[in-house]
């Protein structure tokens, strides 16, 4: 099984920028698509960055160039880089991991079997 942990969360202001860290252990990460997810009070989980095994990235269109994500494989990690941050991006940030097909090909093409435990990202005006 894989353990996923976050970090990198906290508060900016609008404009600002924050880098979320999850790092990964318990099987190979370079087999695994990850993937960020993020969920608002009184809202739904949503899709917001994937990369998979061959660094193919996906991106919500919230993103709108905002957001990178990327992965070290060295170090098991991967990273969602969010410039231009703005209040609506205030959520609890996921990170997750997947490796068995069947997924939507929008998130990464896989089902996402493990979760972190979230990261609190606020955004103020």
């Known amino acids: 099984q894989v353990h996923l942990v976050e970090s990198g969360g906290g508060m900016v202001q609008a404009g600002g920028s924050l880098r979320l860290s999850c790092t990964a252990s318990g099987r190979t990460f370079s087999s695994y698509t990850m993937g960020w997810f993020r969920q608002a009070p009184g809202k739904d989980r949503e899709f917001v960055a994937a990369?998979?095994?061959?660094?193919?990235?996906y991106y919500a269109d919230f993103v709108q160039g905002r957001f990178t994500i990327s992965r070290d494989d060295a170090e098991n990690t991967a990273y969602l880089q969010m410039n231009g941050l703005k209040p609506e991006d205030t959520a609890v940030y996921y990170c997750?991991?997947?490796?068995?097909?069947?997924?939507?090909?929008?998130?990464?093409?896989?089902?996402?079997?493990?979760w972190g435990q979230g990261t609190q990202v606020t955004v103020s005006s």
């Open positions: 990369i998979n095994w061959n660094d193919f990235t």
């Open positions: 997750a991991a997947g490796d068995k097909g069947g997924g939507s090909y929008r998130y990464g093409g896989v089902e996402y079997d493990y």
